[in-house]
């Protein structure tokens, strides 16, 4: 079986800045690589109406099925109900390319399991407060005006952490490919001596706590997520095959080439002789 991963497309986004349609470009390279099946780790594009057009135009042009799950851009929602983003949450989990609490078995060795995960600001300096944390997340993250849970952050992030661990707990007869889009190791999160800005947007990473639950895990093997928009492949960590590959958005590429970039962001998992 053969898997091929992607994270931060934001199609809509690239196809407005570009000034076409992307969408039959990143259907020509999966066709050229001919998988089994897609994963997407969040940020299709913002909201879940956008996120699910773009889903289903690519499984229509591929004929390959893809999973999905959502990122923080997925939830983003102009409704000012103080819990709205749960609804663009939910549009999400009832299309049939959803992960959200439907662990995926691929055959008898195998299980994709995912979800959005969330932050919980573990990946902050430990000299600055939860206070000036939140202030700045009012200030400079677009969540603060277009994700609305009537929760805090600590407590979705909690609730993600827990559907985690009940579907791992359940699956530990299988291999599981593990996908969130939400960082989940420290190192990938490094503080920056030259960035401020980059200092203060940290706490909104990802979570270190979903990072020492996997560990716990020996059968997880693969953990895929993304939101970084900083590409660092696929690296061996604690014996698990870790793969962070956003596309993320234009300015950030290397090449002005949309194609050069797509293939360079795409991810091939191999199971055959995993």
Known sequence: MKLLSFSDLHLDHSCKELNRDITREVATYIREVAPDRVI???DMAGGAENCIRYIEEIEQLTGIPLSYVPG???IWTLNKQEDASWRE??????????????????NDEWVLIGDMGW???????????REEIVRERNQVWKDSVLARWGMSDEELCQ???????????????????????FIPYRDYVPVSQHWQVWNMIRPFMGTAQLGELLDRYENVRYVIFGHIHRRMGTMEKNGKMV???????IKEWGTPDFMTE????????DLTNT
Do not use: W
């Open 40 to 42: 997407v780790a969040g």
């Open 72 to 74: 923080n851009h997925s």
């Open 89 to 106: 949450y939910e549009r999400l989990q009832a299309h049939h390319s959803s992960l959200i609490d439907r662990p995926l078995h691929l």
């Open 119 to 129: 932050y919980d600001y573990s990946f902050k300096e430990p000299h600055r407060t």
């Open 159 to 181: 609730k993600m952490l827990d559907k985690f661990e009940r579907q791992l707990n359940a699956a530990q007869d299988k291999k599981v490919i593990f996908v969130n889009h």
């Open 243 to 249: 793969i962070c590959n956003p596309l993320g958005y």
């Open 262 to 269: 797509i293939r360079q962001s795409g991810t091939i998992i």
